[in-house]
């Protein structure tokens, strides 16, 4: 049994398809359904039959349309892994931001986070991105949650897109994120004004110096 998510796509998806690609995205779906291994050959061929244009501000259409696939596997647990593991690992990048994107549709409790870390360790923004969802936000362990969000900030990904971050930001991100903060005012750099509501929540890590900027930048606001 698939666990469902409010991002759930597959109504969306399937309203903006025209009649020939929603036909063959139900068809690609029930051949899922009937045998697990199919989705090896068609999880490739979304893209030239649904088009890649965007669903949403969250999902493409191509992303939506895999996730239909995804969520079609009758399977589960440790089965469904090792079904969903090579897709991601085999995949293209745009296949890798479905299956990252549609793991919290998925019934895999944390048996993906091999692939959140292995997008989490590499430099591709749109799959760290894609892999900081409600799966991470779920599963990842605290001080990995506290780096993907500190390795966000040095690669330039707005952290209002770490999908739970208002729940679990604690004082040790809070000091990670003042210390690199400090880290940029030594270089003459600038501080990431998105910082500034992890710093506030715990204002003892907050120094002088970074009171001033952070005051300087309401100032200017």
């Known amino acids: 049994m698939k666990v469902m998510h409010p991002t759930d796509p597959s109504s969306a998806v399937r309203s903006l398809l025209d009649e020939d690609a929603r036909t063959w995205l ?5 051949a899922v359904a009937a045998d697990a291994a199919a989705i090896r050959r ?97 599963h990842l362990p605290d001080p ?9 900030v040095f ?12 729940g679990r930001a604690d004082r040790e991100l809070a000091r990670m994120l003042a210390d690199f903060a400090h880290e940029r005012l030594a270089a003459g750099r600038p501080v990431p004004t998105d910082v500034r509501p992890v710093l506030h929540a715990f204002p003892d890590v907050l120094t002088p110096r970074l009171q001033l900027v952070f005051e300087a930048l309401e100032e200017e606001a």
Do not use: M
Request: aromatic content about 4%.
């Open 26 to 30: 139900d068809g690609a779906a029930a």
């Open 42 to 138: 068609l999880f490739p061929a979304v893209r030239s039959h649904c088009g890649r244009s965007r669903l949403d501000a969250h999902w493409s259409v191509d992303e939506a349309a895999r996730a239909v696939l995804l969520t079609a596997l009758p399977l589960r647990g440790a089965a469904l892994a090792g079904e969903v593991g090579p897709l991601y690992r085999f995949g293209d990048p745009a296949e890798q931001r479905a299956v990252l994107r549609t793991l919290p549709l998925l019934d895999l409790d944390a048996l993906a986070l091999p692939l959140v870390r292995e997008a989490l360790r590499g430099n591709d923004t749109t799959l760290i991105e894609a892999a900081l969802g409600p799966y991470a936000d779920r």
């Open 144 to 152: 990995e949650f506290r780096q993907a969000v500190l390795k966000c």
């Open 155 to 166: 690669c330039e990904i707005p952290l209002d897109r770490v999908h739970g971050l208002t």
